[in-house]
T-cell receptor
Framework: NAGVTQTPKFQVLKTGQSMTLQCAQD?????MYWYRQDPGMGLRLIYY???????DKGEVPNGYNVSRLNKREFSLRLESAAPSQTSVYFC???????????FGPGTRLLVL | GENVGLHLPTLSVQEGDNSIINCAYS??????FIWYKQESGKGPQFIID?????DKRQGQRVTVLLNKTVKHLSLQIAATQPGDSAVYFC???????????FGAGTRLFVKA
């Protein structure tokens, strides 16, 4: 039981490049989330998926897209990376909305 | 919110002492509160939660206190150990929604 896994662990992009961050959970959770964490700040919600087949915007969705591929997997795509998107990205999952969220180890993204 | 930019509030305690980490939450309608611990280079990890119909909840070496009158949450760690060194986040949720709001965090240093 690996919990929440994320790939890659670290990525460097040039401005304008695109990439997809992958997330998978093996806890049979309905809900999944993408957050970003900037130095000295709390987590900010980018997008979430309440259940398979649905996605909704969070607090900071601009510049990102998501896909809930199936119940296990939720990906985050940056179509045209910008330096402002340099951050640590965390994926999380929960049984349902308000329940405890379980986090992955994070992806550290540097956009030059 | 608790956006303190690059500088997190810091608490330094002696090993074996009790720690108290405080949090002011933002929404008086929030009814579910969670404390997370984040060690360096890792994702946040659930510690303890409390619902708004309670004032206090105890776990193993941790206690959460909720004061709804002043919108204040605290985490008490008994007999603090070096392994408790981390950043601690409070989080609030309302009506079982999917948009949990995270505070900026407090960094706890434990001196041996």
């Amino acid at each position: 039981n690996a919990g929440v896994t994320q790939t890659p662990k670290f990525q460097v992009l040039k401005t304008g490049q695109s990439m997809t961050l992958q997330c998978a959970q093996d806890m049979n959770h309905n809900s999944m989330y993408w957050y970003r964490q900037d130095p000295g700040m709390g987590l900010r919600l980018i997008y979430y998926s309440a259940s398979e087949g649905t996605t909704d915007k969070g607090e900071v969705p601009n510049g990102y897209n998501v896909s809930r591929l199936n119940k296990r997997e939720f990906s985050l795509r940056l179509e045209s990376a910008a330096p402002s998107q340099t951050s640590v990205y965390f994926c999380a999952s929960s049984t349902q909305g308000e329940e405890t969220q379980y986090f992955g180890p994070g992806t550290r993204l540097l956009v030059l | 919110g608790e956006n303190v930019g690059l500088h997190l509030p810091t608490l330094s305690v002696q090993e074996g002492d009790n720690s108290i980490i405080n949090c002011a939450y933002s929404n008086s309608a929030s009814d579910y509160f969670i404390w997370y611990k984040q060690e360096s280079g890792k994702g946040p990890q659930f510690i303890i939660d409390i619902r708004s119909n309670m004032d206090k909840r105890q776990g193993q070496r941790v206690t959460v206190l909720l004061n709804k009158t002043v919108k204040h949450l605290s985490l008490q760690i008994a007999a603090t150990q070096p392994g408790d060194s981390a950043v601690y986040f409070c989080a609030e949720n309302r009506n079982g929604g999917f948009k949990t709001i995270f505070g900026a965090g407090t960094r706890l240093f434990v001196k041996a």
